[in-house]
């Protein structure tokens, strides 16, 4: 017999590429992937939180790093948000995950962007969070939200 939850939430998977300073794809695919869910029937929380994260990670990269990629999986029990991208790579992560810390330069500032509030964003966001990163190479972020969990 046919399990409900298999029938109803199918697993998708959402790619985009994130050219250099393609400052536009962060907002764009966080708003496909928010019909994508809305369209699921999934929990407007959860949807909020999702498109959170998308835009700040795909951010990330069009602004830190040089090009990469974005991947959203939507399964029956979690939604995972993963950015892989070629760059320089976060030298200390600890101190980029605290509110305020930011390396942006200038013009970037100049854009509104820099306030160093990207990375606290996610990890609020998130129920679990693992960033990998090699200083000259890149960095991969992956961030998990459950469906059917309470979030803190
Ligand atoms: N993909 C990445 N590659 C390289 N460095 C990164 C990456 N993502 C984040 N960082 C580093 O971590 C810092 C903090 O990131 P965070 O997203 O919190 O702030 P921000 O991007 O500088 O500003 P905001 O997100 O508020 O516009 C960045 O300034 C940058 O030094
Ligand atoms: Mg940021």
């Known amino acids: 017999m046919l399990n409900n939850s298999f029938r109803f939430t199918p697993h998708i998977t959402l790619e985009f590429k994130i050219e250099e300073k393609d400052f536009f794809i962060a907002s764009e ?30 951010m990330n990269v069009a ?14 029990e979690v939604i995972s948000v993963v950015t892989e991208d070629v760059g320089p790579g976060i ?7 605290k509110e305020g ?12 962007f820099g306030a160093g509030m990207g990375l606290p964003n ?15 190479e890149g960095t991969t972020l992956k961030a998990k939200i459950y469906l059917n969990k309470n979030h803190e």
């Open 29 to 58: 695919s966080a708003s496909r992937i928010k019909k994508t869910l809305q369209q699921l029937g999934i929990k407007q929380d959860i949807i909020k939180r999702t498109a959170i994260i998308i835009y700040e990670a795909a």
């Open 63 to 76: 602004i830190h790093a040089i090009h990469g990629a974005l991947k959203v999986y939507v399964d029956p």
């Open 91 to 97: 030298e200390n992560v600890e101190l980029a995950m």
């Open 101 to 112: 810390y930011s390396t942006a330069p200038q013009e970037i500032r100049e854009m509104g």
């Open 122 to 136: 996610i990890k609020q966001c998130s129920d679990e969070l693992v960033i990998d990163t090699k200083i000259g």
